[in-house]
Every structure is written in structure tokens, then in C-alpha cells.
Nanobody, 123 residues
Framework: QVQLVESGGGLVQAGGSLSLSCAAS????????MGWYRQDQGKQRELVAT???????NYADSVKGRFTISRDNAKNTVLLQMNSLKPEDTAVYYCRAAGVRDSRRIWQVNDYWGRGTQVTVSS
């Protein structure tokens, strides 16, 4: 089993910055892709940013130029640096791990999600 734990959410004024962190633990040999998604009340969960094990990153258009995703493969962690935050960035942010191989190097069928961390940006 794999567990993902997010941290770093909070309340910030528009224009401010926050940094989110996600740590994966458990039976892990490797993780192909890690990413951040967000979901605001009444809306569907949406992709924010993803990064592969070779550091290829992908961003939603709405956060390009403001958010930066990075990861540490050795520690199985992924970070999301969020700058120039806007009220519309307010949401619960979830960490996801996909393409996981366990300690026996067996590919896992399921993706894994954290429980989420609240980010609130006030105007």
C-alpha cells in the first residue's frame, strides 16, 4: 500500500505565495508520475500540474507562469510552489501518484491520492 500526505495549505491574500508538499510512503520502488489536482466546491476535480520521474512537467493553462512543480525521486516527494495566487485558486489541493511500482517492482493497478489540503486565497 502507498500513502500520500499533503501539507502546506492555508490562507493567503491575493498576490501571495504558498508551497505545498506531498510525501509518498509505503511499499514503493518507483513512481512514474506525481501531480497536483484541485477541486473547489461544486466543481469537478481538475489538473493543476504533473511531473514525471524524468522531470517532465505539465501545467494547466490557468497556472502556467505562476506555479512550479518539482519532485525528489529519492524521497518520493513532490512540491508545488504557488506564486501570484488569485482568489480563483481557492480549492482543496490533492496529490496523486500514478504508475507506481512496489518494492517487489510490480506495477500497481491503482493510482493513489492524498486526502487533500485546503488553499484559500482572499481578495
Amino acid at each position: 500500500q502507498v500513502q500520500l500526505v499533503e501539507s502546506g495549505g492555508g490562507l493567503v491574500q491575493a498576490g501571495g505565495s504558498l508551497s505545498l508538499s506531498c510525501a509518498a510512503s509505503g511499499s514503493i520502488f518507483s513512481i512514474k508520475a506525481m501531480g497536483w489536482y484541485r477541486q473547489d466546491q461544486g466543481k469537478q476535480r481538475e489538473l493543476v500540474a504533473t511531473i514525471t520521474s524524468d522531470n517532465s512537467a505539465n501545467y494547466a493553462d490557468s497556472v502556467k507562469g505562476r506555479f512550479t512543480i518539482s519532485r525528489d525521486n529519492a524521497k518520493n516527494t513532490v512540491l508545488l510552489q504557488m506564486n501570484s495566487l488569485k482568489p480563483e485558486d481557492t480549492a482543496v489541493y490533492y496529490c496523486r501518484a500514478a504508475g507506481v511500482r512496489d518494492s517487489r517492482r510490480i506495477w500497481q493497478v491503482n493510482d493513489y491520492w492524498g486526502r487533500g489540503t485546503q488553499v484559500t486565497v482572499s481578495s
